[in-house]
Nanobody
Framework: QVQPVESGGGVVQAGRSLKLSCAAS????????MGWFRQAPGKERELVSF????????HYADSVKGRFTISRGSAKNSMYLQMDNLVPEDTAVYYC??????????????????WGQGTQVSVSS
C-alpha cells in the first residue's frame, strides 16, 4: 500500500507562493513515479506535474510551466510541489498520486491506495 497524504494547501493572494508536500508509505513507494493532479469546481481532474522515481525526469502542464517546481525527497517516498506566482486559475483541490512512468507518460496506479485525499488551494485576486 502506498497511501499518499498531502499537506500544505491554503488560501493566498495572487502572486504569492505555496508549497505542497506528499508523504507516502516508505516500504513500497520508493520505486513509483509520482504526480500531482488538480480538480477545480465543475472541471475534470487534470495532471499538473509528474516526476519519475529517480527524480531526474519531470513534466509540467503548460499552464504551470515556469511557475511550479516538482521534486522528490532524498528517501524517495516524499514529493513536493513548489508553486510560485499563483493565479486565481490555480484554485483547485490538489491530489498526490503514485504510479508508473513509461515512454514519457505517467499513469497513476489503479485503486484508492495510490491517491491522496486532496488538499485545497485557493488563490484570490
Amino acid at each position: 500500500q502506498v497511501q499518499p497524504v498531502e499537506s500544505g494547501g491554503g488560501v493566498v493572494q495572487a502572486g504569492r507562493s505555496l508549497k505542497l508536500s506528499c508523504a507516502a508509505s516508505a516500504r513500497t513507494s520508493s520505486d513509483y513515479a509520482m504526480g500531482w493532479f488538480r480538480q477545480a469546481p465543475g472541471k475534470e481532474r487534470e495532471l499538473v506535474s509528474f516526476i519519475n522515481w529517480r527524480g531526474d525526469i519531470t513534466h509540467y502542464a503548460d499552464s504551470v510551466k515556469g511557475r511550479f517546481t516538482i521534486s522528490r525527497g532524498s528517501a524517495k517516498n516524499s514529493m513536493y510541489l513548489q508553486m510560485d506566482n499563483l493565479v486565481p486559475e490555480d484554485t483547485a483541490v490538489y491530489y498526490c498520486s503514485a504510479g508508473y512512468y513509461s515512454g514519457g507518460s505517467y499513469r497513476p496506479g489503479s485503486g484508492s491506495d495510490f491517491w491522496g485525499q486532496g488538499t485545497q488551494v485557493s488563490v484570490s485576486s
